[in-house]
């Protein structure tokens, strides 16, 4: 299921506002949206490459460079290798990251640790998770 949320700079950044004319092709911002995943993922290109059924190292930087589109099948495939991103933000169909910037902290911290900083932490997570978040306040009052 798809919990949309707000465009996370710190994670996934395109240069300039989705805006399909002369200046930049469409493949090109493809492009630079895959590579700005790949990035904030810290994957080099054969390490993206090796996470794929089918996709060769050259592929995807042709891809990067705006020289190659990719399909829906090779969006669907690199969304799967890039968790957390979809084949619909990595085609420029959606502005939205399917995740929030404290999601993503919260999963890279999950990914940088050992198994037990990882047992602590769905400890934690399965805890929290029995109490339902409060709605945001919109009074604008002092709490």
């Given at each position: 299921?798809?919990?949309?949320?707000?465009?996370?700079?710190?994670?996934?950044?395109?240069?300039?506002?989705?805006?399909?004319?002369?200046?930049?092709?469409?493949?090109?911002?493809?492009?630079?949206?895959?590579?700005?995943?790949?990035?904030?993922?810290?994957?080099?290109?054969?390490e993206l490459a090796s996470r794929t059924r089918t996709?060769?190292?050259?592929?995807?930087?042709?891809?990067?460079?705006?020289?190659?589109?990719?399909?829906?099948?090779?969006?669907?495939?690199?969304?799967?290798?890039?968790?957390?991103?979809?084949?619909?933000?990595?085609?420029?169909?959606?502005?939205?990251?399917?995740?929030?910037?404290?999601?993503?902290?919260?999963?890279?911290?999950?990914?940088?640790?050992?198994?037990?900083?990882?047992?602590?932490?769905?400890?934690?997570?399965?805890?929290?998770?029995?109490?339902?978040?409060?709605?945001?306040?919109?009074?604008?009052?002092?709490?």
């Amino acid at each position: 299921m798809f919990v949309e949320a707000n465009f996370v700079p710190g994670v996934y950044h395109v240069a300039s506002p989705l805006n399909y004319s002369d200046r930049m092709t469409i493949s090109k911002q493809i492009g630079q949206r895959l590579r700005a995943a790949r990035l904030a993922h810290k994957y080099s290109l054969s390490e993206l490459a090796s996470r794929t059924r089918t996709l060769s190292k050259s592929r995807i930087s042709n891809y990067e460079q705006g020289i190659r589109r990719m399909g829906i099948e090779e969006a669907q495939e690199l969304a799967e290798a890039l968790d957390g991103v979809t084949p619909a933000y990595l085609l420029c169909l959606d502005d939205a990251s399917p995740l929030s910037e404290d999601e993503w902290r919260l999963i890279q911290r999950y990914r940088r640790t050992d198994a037990r900083g990882r047992d602590v932490i769905l400890q934690v997570a399965d805890i929290q998770g029995n109490y339902p978040a409060e709605p945001a306040s919109g009074s604008g009052k002092d709490e």
